[in-house]
């Protein structure tokens, strides 16, 4: 009796197992059958589809891209202008204003003493307004900024001082040479040219982006420097190149008889007896000037870096926090204007031209076609120089662009490089008619305007990071922005207040906050860093650091290498064709580095994308090793989904994989480690129980 009550409870054991054994195998097959298969696609095809995507793969027809952009940005337009209604692309107009503003004055000098007038600093704010305006109202990518650049001064040095060593009129040769560069840009438009940029990879943005925010730095502290020059100090310590000895006064006297050695009395001692300080060495010195000027930059910089980061301390609302760091730089600008107007000193101003109207009295606002000594021919062979323009031209925009939407800045409203480029050939048709410097895309400038329309969520909880949201894709601050660079001449009587040691400290902040962010600064800091304290980058988790350590080297190599090409004056035209030598280079690094060591040193996805990538497929791997799902040891049942849509639920108080709980139900050891088992586990804590049928054996 006894033996058979106890086959009776082996046989009702067994069958249990069965039962639930076969349950889970018919759940496992209905859950194959019903959830979609991952789809591997190849990398060649994503990437592929990612250049379709942001226009740089042909269309195979002529205008083919610039249809493409237009079709993909004018869904965009209304909300390109509906977007800008925040207190932060007020911050960014005020802030960009100054910094596009001193930059094309500058410019403008320069341009003047290169062309003996011809075009100066009046022609370069009309040209920033009317490029500015024209690019942000029809362009594809208004987040670009357009301004001056070193290349396009030199070719405009070069061809005036060929013009003037062969007879010619310079305005009207110009005239030529860009309308023949905007038939080239018009003709690579219609072949869609800018499909090129897809071989701008990371290697290549970063030695550009990098090099120019250096420039920013060192032009910032070189300038700073100059003001030395017009403003020396005064001290024992510091000697100026002549002589500077006392010379008598008119007659003798008592006091100065006539074999007084009046060559070795300081200056103080001169003026004791009434002596002057005579010879080229003099220098009228300004004591205070100068130090106060260093005073003026070093702080415009400081406050600005304070006050941008016043949004992570803990004081005041989140609100006026964030928008103190967005008029970061307004503010500094303004607290020191104060500052230099309270001291009073006469340090130097920002001089803006007082009258609208041409510098050179020769010209006016339309430039003839051959003018009085240009003979019918000209017309012809400035098609030559034209192609050099044309690739200056061509290169300075897109490297930029590419810089601009690159995928770490969040972009959603697509690119425009078609566009982009052909808008800009009608820009320099119109500059070169009206005989206005031609602007195409500034690199620091426009990564300074991205950075000024950054998005971050608010942080609710105590030391919690803002999350970056993206970047708020508008119109209206570049509108905005150069509408103002050309009413600046109404603006002159505030303007010449601003000390220009304050806005070469904001030039100082722009350089610097350019390079946040970048991977290969990054790389750079890493090199002067004990492995214990280098930060938690991607590429030192998948790359070895002495991999890591040679692919920056290679890379400053280059720096250095385009650093000297820009500083030596006969050379710096050939700057922006330096990018097809980076092309060519990075190319070679594939014989020195593996495919995978590139694609993660040289990818373009953003560290943090990468970060979350790489742990989103750690767990996916570690879900695959537990059959799909982990296991929920604080569920107090395990679900069964039965053929008829009936759920079987049965009572497991401890259930995990090291020590599965047996006491509720008799399974065996392999069966409740098993990855179904466990996922049907997890599954029950979020499944209504439509029946539960009480299980008798």
């Not at 789809?39 to 095809?45: A, H, L, P, R, W």
């Not at 079709?71 to 977007?83: E, G, H, I």
């Not at 008889?257 to 300081?266: A, I, T």
């Amino acid at each position: 009796m006894f033996a058979s009550k106890d086959y009776k409870l082996k046989m009702g054991s067994y069958l249990a197992k069965m039962f639930i054994l076969l349950s889970l195998l018919e759940l496992y097959e209905a859950r194959k059958k019903t959830e979609p298969q991952e789809v591997k696609v190849d990398e060649e095809e994503e990437e592929e589809k990612e250049r379709e995507e942001s226009g740089l793969k042909r269309s195979g027809r002529l205008f083919g891209g610039l249809i493409n952009d237009v079709k993909r940005k004018l869904p965009w337009y209304v909300s390109d202008f509906t977007d800008a209604l925040a207190l932060q692309s007020v911050a960014s107009i005020f802030f960009l204003y100054f910094a596009c503003l001193t930059p094309i004055i500058t410019f403008g000098g320069l341009l003047g003493d290169a062309t003996e007038e011809r075009i100066a600093a009046i022609e370069s704010l009309l040209s920033g307004a009317i490029c500015g305006i024209i690019y942000g109202l029809f362009s594809g990518q208004p987040l670009t900024v357009l301004g001056s650049t070193g290349p396009v001064l030199v070719f405009e040095t070069i061809l005036f001082d060929f013009c003037r060593d062969n007879d010619l009129e310079y305005l009207p040769l110009r005239l030529w040479i860009g309308l023949w560069t905007t038939l080239i840009l018009i003709i690579l438009v219609a072949f869609d040219a800018s499909a090129l940029v897809c071989y701008i990879t990371r290697f290549t943005e970063e030695n550009f982006a990098t090099l120019i925010s250096f420039i920013f730095i060192y032009k910032s502290v070189e300038k700073v420097l100059d003001i030395g020059h017009y403003y020396p100090l005064s001290s024992p310590l510091i000697s100026y190149p002549g002589q500077c000895l006392c010379s008598p006064p008119n007659g003798t006297s008592i006091e100065t008889p006539e074999d007084f050695q009046w060559f070795q009395l300081n200056r103080t001692a001169c003026e004791i007896y009434n002596g002057t300080m005579d010879g080229p060495g003099c220098i009228t010195t300004y004591p205070d000037i100068y130090l106060f000027s260093i005073i003026l930059y070093a702080c415009t910089f400081s406050v600005a870096v304070f006050l941008k980061e016043f949004k992570f301390t803990p004081f005041f609302p989140s609100k006026i926090r964030s928008t103190i760091s967005d008029f970061a730089v307004v503010i500094a600008i303004l607290l020191m204007t104060v500052a230099d107007a309270w001291v009073g000193l006469n340090t130097p101003k920002l001089q803006v031209p007082a009258k609208f109207q041409p510098t050179w009295h020769g010209r006016g606002w339309l430039i003839p076609f051959f003018g009085e000594k240009n003979p019918w021919w000209t017309a012809l062979v400035t098609v030559l120089p034209a192609l050099l323009a044309t690739i200056l031209i061509f290169m300075d925009q897109q490297i930029t662009a590419v810089i601009i939407n690159r995928h770490e800045n969040k972009l959603k409203k697509g690119c425009g490089y078609h566009l982009d480029l052909f808008v800009l050939a009608i820009l320099i048709a119109i500059c070169s008619i009206l005989g206005l410097p031609w602007f195409v895309a500034a690199t620091v400038l426009a990564m300074t305007h991205v950075n000024s329309l950054r998005m971050e969520s608010e942080c609710s909880a105590p030391g919690e990071k803002p999350q970056f949201l993206g970047v708020r894709e508008q119109r209206v601050t570049q509108i905005v922005i150069f509408a103002l660079v050309g009413l600046s001449v109404l603006f002159t009587s505030v303007l010449q207040h601003i000390p220009m040691p304050v806005l070469y400290g904001v030039f100082l902040y722009m350089g610097v906050s350019s390079l946040k962010g970048s991977q290969f600064f990054d790389r750079i800091l890493i090199m002067f860093m004990p492995q214990k304290y280098q930060p938690d980058y991607v590429f030192l988790r998948s790359v070895p650091t002495r991999r890591v350590h040679i692919f920056t080297v290679i890379q400053l190599t280059c720096l250095a290498i385009l650093w000297l090409i820009k500083s030596y004056k006969p050379t710096s035209i050939s700057f922006p064709l330096m990018l097809v030598v980076m092309i060519g280079v990075r190319k070679l690094l594939d014989f020195a580095f593996t495919q995978r060591e590139l694609k993660i040193l040289d990818d373009v996805i953003p560290e943090s994308a990468k970060r979350s990538k790489e742990e989103e497929e750690e767990e996916k791997k570690l879900e695959e090793m537990h059959g799909g799902l982990m296991p929920n040891a604080s569920s107090g049942n395990v679900a069964i989904t039965l053929a008829n849509g009936n759920i079987l639920k049965v009572p497991v108080e401890k259930f995990n994989n090291d020590e599965p709980d047996q006491s509720a139900i008799n399974i065996s050891e392999q069966l409740a480690q098993s990855g179904i088992w466990q996922s049907i586990d997890q599954q029950a804590q979020n499944t209504p129980t439509i029946v539960e049928p009480k299980v008798t054996v």
